[in-house]
């Protein structure tokens, strides 16, 4: 049997293994997003930076009037830049604080196209946050809106639990409810309430906000976490508690469920 040259032997161990490293390696560069950044399909919800300034005024403009109505970004009398200097405080202090996680929405080009905020966050036996959110007028009419929510619900509810993130997983706001207030005039809203399974708040329905210098009234929609979603947060905990708690957990969405089906019979 004929033998290979030592040389030739090397080179083609050499080749070999470069073959192998052209397979293991990818296409194109691996992203990895820093934790407070979540993706979408289309979108990457991040905190607002003091780079965004520019870009922010400009989905402002586009958006002021539309929003005034229900949603107001800017506060009466507040020039563009005063607006962005707030929210970008608001933003830092709620990461600072856990008080609160306000993301705004970029698309694949670095354009702003909306924001979603969970707001007054209160953690302990009933964990809970207030979420809004506002859609930039030229990006309306294309989803964009459920998929931020639905991005905003799954953090919302997933663990907090800072193991995860020493495992390189993501770790979430471990809340178990969310509230919305939607004015009753605000047919995208409310349809996207339905669209994402809130019922109305059984024992507090409505309340009055203020909204461009007058009273509005406003309906409660709730959102539960799911039990699957509950018994995930709490698999660090002793069983009989982990029990306890999702008993209660399923208590919650069996009363949240019956007030879903009533408020389909009065809507």
């Known amino acids: 049997m004929a033998s290979i040259p030592m040389q030739r032997a090397h080179q083609l161990a050499r080749l070999t293994t470069a073959a ?94 909306g924001a979603v905020n969970l707001n007054d966050i209160t953690h302990g036996l009933s964990p809970r946050a207030e979420l809004n959110f506002w859609i930039r007028t030229t990006d309306t009419g294309r989803g964009l809106a459920t998929e931020i929510i639905n991005a905003a619900i799954a953090h919302a509810f997933g663990p907090r639990c800072p193991r995860l993130l020493r495992e390189g997983t993501r770790p ?49 929609f709730t959102r539960w976490c799911d039990a699957e979603r509950a018994a995930r947060g709490i698999d660090e905990l002793h069983p009989r508690f982990a029990r306890t708690l999702d008993a209660v957990t399923g208590i919650e969405n069996r009363a949240a469920q019956d007030a879903r089906e009533s408020a389909c019979a009065t809507i």
């Open 172 to 220: 979430g706001l471990g809340l178990s409810r969310i509230d919305a207030l939607v004015a009753p005039g605000n047919s995208p809203s409310l349809a996207i309430m339905r669209a994402l399974k809130f019922a109305i708040d059984a024992e507090h329905p409505s309340c009055r906000l203020v909204v461009g210098g007058r009273l509005v009234e406003h309906v409660r």
């Open 20 to 113: 192998k490293l052209a397979r293991a390696l990818p296409d194109a560069p691996v992203r990895v997003d820093p934790p407070e950044v979540l993706r979408t399909a289309r979108l990457a919800l991040r905190p607002l930076a003091w780079s965004d300034r520019e870009e922010f005024i400009r989905a402002l403009r586009e958006t002021r009037d539309a929003a005034t109505e229900y949603c107001p970004i800017a506060r009466d009398g507040e020039r563009d830049d005063e607006t962005f200097d707030r929210l970008l405080d608001q933003c830092r202090a709620g990461d600072a604080t856990d008080l609160a996680w306000r993301r705004i929405a970029e698309d694949r080009a670095g354009r702003i196209v």
